[in-house]
Each structure stands twice: as C-alpha cells, then as structure tokens.
C-alpha cells in the first residue's frame, strides 16, 4: 500500500506539472511537456491499482 501511495503521488505531480498547472521546481523538464501528464497518468492508475491490490491482502 506505501508503493502504491506513493506512485499516486508521484504520478499526480506528473499530471500537474505536465499540464502546465504547477510550477514547481521552476527548472524542471517536465513543465507544460503534455507527454510527462500522460506518464504521470499512468503512474497514477499502477499506483492506484497496487494500493487496491495492497488493501486486499491487508484484510
């Protein structure tokens, strides 16, 4: 569940700062690249499906 957490937040970030939404860091590659939203995407949905997976075997 702490992988499948944390892979949604990564992948959340993605999403938002490939949609030009955050700025942070103001360096970073990612920024406004609408291919970084849809890999954050997809990250988000694995992370999703393990912390499902995860909450399954917890019970």
Not at 19 to 37: C, H, N, Q, T, Y
């Amino acid at each position: 569940m702490v992988f499948g957490m944390a892979f949604m937040l990564s992948g959340g970030l993605w999403v938002l700062q490939g949609l030009g939404l955050v700025k942070w860091p103001s360096d970073s590659f990612m920024l406004a690249e609408r291919s970084w939203a849809i890999y954050g995407g997809l990250t988000f949905l694995l992370g999703a499906l393990l912390f499902w997976r995860g909450s399954l075997i917890a019970k």
